[in-house]
């Protein structure tokens, strides 16, 4: 028996952000694809001439939305080329940019290109200094950050003078918070042995966090611009959260039957019967919303032009 994961981003008819439908499998290797939702079922109804079973969904307006793909006879990689076939692919890069104007990133990258040649000699620019001034957002800093065209660094107040060419530096004055990243307040929650973790939307794509518990800030665990590396971890939070939540069953045993399934473990379970069972599962309703975490501080870790991991925190 194998399983895949798709979560569905359903936005308001006036939005700027599209609608888009990710697939995930992290077995026998991981696999992110991001597509167009049709507009009718809005999650892909698998083949009816193939055993594909899609979970229970129920679609009620914009929000956030999860369902699974199982199958008793195919493999992992067949139900995504199935569930996939016909379907409009996103880039993921595009994604990313949507509700940047390329003038308004390119206005950004110049803000801190001309505020650089001030402080170049002797003290970087800070995050406020482009926030304040509206020169900048901290989804636009970030997206340069990741696609390498700015550094981003701690609170460092000094620099070395540099050549005129070399890469352009911020500095990070302030704790961001996870109001300043999270596109919404909604999002997946569960509670493991590394403690609370949440998954949601963030610069277009799904990324998860863990809450620190001695300092109780948010660290984000996933990767931006790394969608397959992000995928195992993505696909371990949506594990437990479908076993914790939303198995439609109180019996032990069909509850460890299905999380075997999630762990695309071999089984005897009659296909028909698990089929009835998948298709109970109420896995597709909107991510609640949290809304206590939203001033929460956040640690997260970019790319780095010269180390490739640069680290950044709010002390």
């Not at 302030?174 to 307040?185: N, Q």
């Amino acid at each position: 028996m194998h399983c895949i994961f798709a979560v569905l981003l359903a936005t308001e008819k006036a939005s700027s952000v599209q609608d888009r439908m990710i697939i995930m499998s992290d077995y026998p290797y991981p696999f992110y694809g991001v597509y167009q939702p049709p507009f009718e079922t809005r999650f892909h109804q698998p083949p009816i001439n193939y055993d594909i079973t899609l979970s229970k969904t129920h679609i009620e307006g914009p929000g956030t939305y999860n369902a699974l793909y199982c199958s008793p006879t195919l493999s992992s990689e067949n139900i995504v080329k199935l569930v996939t076939r016909g379907l409009f692919y996103l880039p993921s890069k595009d994604l990313i940019h949507q509700g940047y104007e390329s003038h308004e990133l390119g206005t950004c990258q110049s803000s801190i290109q001309t505020i650089s040649q001030n402080y170049r000699q002797s003290q970087l620019p800070s995050l406020d200094d482009l926030i304040e001034k509206k020169h900048c957002t901290i989804p636009q800093i970030i997206l340069l950050a990741t696609e390498g065209m700015i550094t981003v660094r701690q609170n460092v107040a000094t620099t070395v003078a540099k050549d005129r060419y070399a890469p352009l530096e911020l500095r990070l004055n302030r704790p961001l918070k996870m109001k300043d990243i999270l596109t919404s307040g909604h999002v997946f929650q569960i509670t493991n042995a590394q403690g609370r973790q949440i998954l949601s939307w963030s610069q277009g794509q799904l990324h998860t966090f863990r809450k620190d518990r001695k300092s109780s800030k948010w660290k984000l665990l996933t990767t931006y611009g790394a969608d397959a590396t992000n995928v195992p971890k993505i696909c371990a939070f949506l594990r437990q959260f479908h076993i914790d939540h939303h198995v439609g069953t109180k019996d032990s045993s069909q509850k460890n039957k299905l999380y075997s399934y999630l762990y695309n473990a071999e089984n005897s379970i009659d296909a028909d019967k698990f089929s009835l069972m998948a298709q109970s599962l109420d896995l597709a309703h909107k991510l609640p919303s949290i809304a206590s975490i939203t001033n929460d501080q956040v640690l997260i870790e970019f790319p780095d032009l010269e180390s490739r991991s640069s680290f950044f925190n709010g002390d």
